[in-house]
């Protein structure tokens, strides 16, 4: 890539609106990036943070339907290739002279190659999409990524650097199907710097990562836009992501721009409407859940034996909130798989109480787990929903029960209203296509999936990684709600520590496939240094 010292306008986003049937998601945002720099875009769920960036990313069905986006950059008009705007510099590929242009990319039809050749070079991170080769290593992941004109060692190497920006060099011959999600998530991000892009497009880049991953990415986020002149947006519910990585951020609240410009003020405003009271914990009952010596080792051809779960032993009460937290790829996803029947045990046992009987979780068919898993809902951190079914197919199909159409319905209300819709709302949510939805929405409606089935037992794997502090605070409400209304259970995995505090009894932290402490939320976040970062304190 071309590099100057001297700051020039990179990408300019000129009053883009666009509306899907009568709802408007973007109104007249505006914003310039120059070389160097971070936009960063916060707002509730449904706020437009997304549309904004399908659409820099060029996807055709996210069209502005007024203003512009400009990408500005050098052309070589001897090999084509397209760099940084710097008047004058020479093509960093073959020397030649370059041109600079000011493309206007969505009035070139899809097929121009100016177009393409553009898109090319915009990277882009989606929210809970780990796009990997699952049977490839993590280093063979991030070279398939590598532009085809860098070869030999050079190409090894430069997988090597962006895996270093990640801190997962020691995983470089692991295979990708294997790492926890946080992993899998920074391989993505590895992935996507690889290619070299001019703009990087980030949808949630840390929703789902423990604070000192998070961290990390942060800072390797921040290097490579400074080091590489490039200019980056993201979008994110995080203030401490807003404040800790944009140069500028835009509040932005059902597509239009609230506030516009430094990120703490902006940060600070959002967070006004945040506040939960945490509920006293009821009376729970006997255990329900029973760990004892749980072992989950499995062979690697790469890395040998890897001891995912290494002798956890607790039990969790009927009724109780349990979270199960640790910094990613300490197990935590595994054991809550275990508990599910989803991953049979190595050795020890994982039990679960129906009625008067211990089941085992490791033991297959009806006998088995088949008797305890009709009890367990599970929410998972890939969730799919129906892309092709209404909001309400897709939780009256999912209950898995015979019942009049009226009464689907009304259940179906009520466990929409429980995970935060509003009211008003509820008629036009449930005759909607989940691809009309913010992401934030359909992850309430998989977890409104969950509940609706009333299960013993909800396991919920990251549930508020994409969510805006107002809608945690409800989601919390409602785990606790369903607590108390219908005695549920729940086994919580999450990096969210907001959340843990908000609304868990109990939690276990977990290092290197071990239960290293477990108690209530606050003193093992204490013990841990994992506690929130209180509001102003980001540094």
């Known amino acids: 890539m071309g590099m100057a010292n001297e700051s020039v306008d990179l990408l300019v986003i000129e009053n883009v609106s666009k509306s899907f049937g009568d709802r408007c998601v973007l109104k007249n945002v505006s914003a310039k990036l120059s070389t160097g720099k971070i936009l960063g875009l916060i707002g509730k769920s449904a706020a437009g943070k997304s549309v904004l960036i399908h659409m820099l990313r060029g996807s055709e069905e996210y069209a502005p339907d007024s203003g512009r986006v400009i990408y500005n950059v050098n052309r070589c008009k001897k090999c084509g290739d397209l760099d940084l705007p710097f008047k004058g510099v020479p093509c960093c590929k073959c020397g030649g002279e370059t041109e600079t242009l000011a493309v206007d990319f969505w009035s070139l039809k899809e097929d121009d190659p100016l177009r393409q050749a553009v898109k090319a070079h915009v990277a882009i991170m989606l929210q809970r999409t780990f796009a990997l080769f699952g049977d490839k290593t993590v280093i063979e992941n991030v070279m398939e990524a590598i532009p085809e004109d860098v070869k030999g060692d050079k190409r090894i190497n430069k997988a090597i650097e962006m895996l270093g920006k990640i ?119 006997d255990p329900l859940i029973v760990l004892e010596d749980a072992k989950k080792h499995y062979f690697s051809v790469v890395r040998g034996v890897v001891k995912a779960v290494d002798g956890v032993s607790f039990d969790i009460k009927e009724k109780e909130v349990f979270a199960l937290i640790g910094y990613s790829g300490a197990g935590k996803t595994t054991t809550s798989r275990m508990i599910a029947g989803m991953t049979p045990a190595t050795s020890g046992s994982v039990k679960i109480r129906i009625g008067d009987d211990w089941i085992d979780m490791s033991e297959n068919g009806f006998a088995g787990k088949g008797r305890a898993t009709p009890y367990i809902g599970f929410l998972h951190q890939e969730y799919t929903l129906y892309p092709f079914d209404t909001v309400l197919q897709n939780l009256s199909t999912c209950i898995g029960m015979k019942m009049p159409a009226e009464l689907a319905k009304v259940k179906a209300i009520q466990v929409l209203l429980s995970v935060g819709f509003p009211k008003q709302d509820i008629e036009k949510i449930l005759y909607s296509y989940p691809d009309s939805l913010s992401v934030g929405e359909c992850q309430r409606i998989a977890f409104a999936q969950v509940l609706i089935k009333e299960p013993r037992i909800i396991i919920l794997d990251e549930p508020t990684g994409t969510m805006d502090p107002i809608t945690k605070t409800i989601v919390a409400k409602s785990v606790v709600k369903a607590r108390e209304t219908l005695g549920e259970t729940f086994v919580v995995v999450s990096h969210d520590m907001d959340f843990v505090m908000n609304c868990c009894d109990r939690a276990a932290f977990m290092k290197g496939g071990k239960v290293v402490s477990i108690g209530s939320p606050e003193d093992v976040l204490e013990e841990f240094g994992m506690e929130p970062v209180p509001e102003g304190e980001e540094n």
């Open 167 to 285: 801190e997962l060099t020691e995983y470089n011959e692991a295979v990708a199907r294997d790492l926890s999600g946080g992993e899998k998530q920074r391989v993505v991000m590895a992935r996507q710097l690889a290619k070299e892009p001019l703009f990087f497009l980030a949808d949630e880049p840390t929703g789902t990562l423990d604070p000192t991953t998070a961290e990390t990415v942060h800072q390797g986020l921040i290097d490579y836009v400074r080091d590489h002149n490039i200019c980056m947006i993201f979008a994110s519910h995080w203030p401490e992501a807003i404040t800790r990585m944009a140069d500028e951020a835009i509040l932005l609240d059902a597509g239009e721009v609230l506030m516009q410009g430094e990120p703490q003020p902006i940060a600070d405003h959002f967070m006004e409407e945040y506040h939960f009271e945490k509920a006293e914990v009821g009376e729970l009952g």
